[in-house]
């Protein structure tokens, strides 16, 4: 199984700081025919299904705020929330569907300092 | 709109089994795959596997051959996901999910709970 390592495991911000959250894969996920990796986030709230903010590690999800950046290829991932807001505080999940089992990062809670 | 709305939170002994459904709605039920994903309390996120309801064709997680078995009925666009044996450990919040690349629909979450 790949396995994602997400770092921090929480991290406490003030409104308007940027945050960067990282996520590693035990191997690529980079797909050679369509050219693309295959890394997705995901923003949890409490009491809250996971809603899908990047896939193919960059591409924002319809509706998402652009201050959602997603970078990263191959093992190495980063999500970036530009100008933190209050509604951003929540757990992100990083998750690879390169290879089954699809698995997923530990999770980063995102606090208020 | 798409919409996955699942069954109400279950209280089961250990040792039982519990069965939970996911209602599609807004889409062709038989051309997507239903996921279905596990969160313990205050924990991370497991794939569980997938069905294909247009072939019945399913995918487990090694880790939960055995644990969890998918089916669906199309007349309904519902799939179901049963689970045996229930431990302690079973405790947790069971989504369905349908892709476009990754997940990008989610039902409510199921919880079950597993206590004598």
């Known amino acids: 199984d790949i396995v994602m390592t997400q770092s921090p495991s929480s991290l406490a911000v003030s409104a308007g700081e940027t945050v960067t959250i990282n996520c590693k894969s035990s191997?690529?996920?980079?797909?050679?025919?369509?050219?693309?990796?295959?890394l997705a986030w995901y923003q949890q709230k409490p009491g809250q299904s996971p809603k899908l903010l990047i896939y193919l590690a960059s591409t924002r999800e319809s509706g998402v705020p652009d201050r959602f950046i997603g970078s990263g290829s191959g093992t190495d991932f980063t999500l970036t929330i530009s100008s933190v807001q209050a509604e951003d505080l929540a757990n992100y999940y990083c998750?690879?569907?390169?290879?089954?089992?699809?698995?997923f990062g530990g999770g980063t809670k995102l606090e208020l300092k | 709109q798409v919409q996955l709305q699942q069954s109400g939170a279950e209280l089961v002994k250990p040792g039982s089994s519990v069965k939970m459904s996911c209602k599609a709605s807004g889409y062709t039920f038989t051309s997507y795959y239903i996921y279905w994903i596990k969160q313990r309390p205050g924990q991370g996120l497991e794939w569980i596997g997938r069905?294909?309801?247009?072939?019945?064709?399913?995918n487990y997680n090694e880790k939960f051959k055995g644990k969890a078995t998918f089916t669906v009925d199309k007349s309904s666009s519902t799939a179901y996901m049963q689970l045996s044996s229930l431990t302690p450990e079973d405790t947790a919040v069971y989504y369905c999910a349908r892709r476009t690349t990754a997940f990008a629909y989610w039902g409510q979450g199921t919880l079950v709970t597993v206590s004598s």
């Open positions: 191997q690529s996920l980079f797909g050679s025919v369509r050219q693309k990796n295959y």
């Open positions: 998750q690879q569907y390169y290879d089954t089992p699809w698995t």
């Open positions: 069905i294909g309801p247009g072939s019945g064709d399913t």
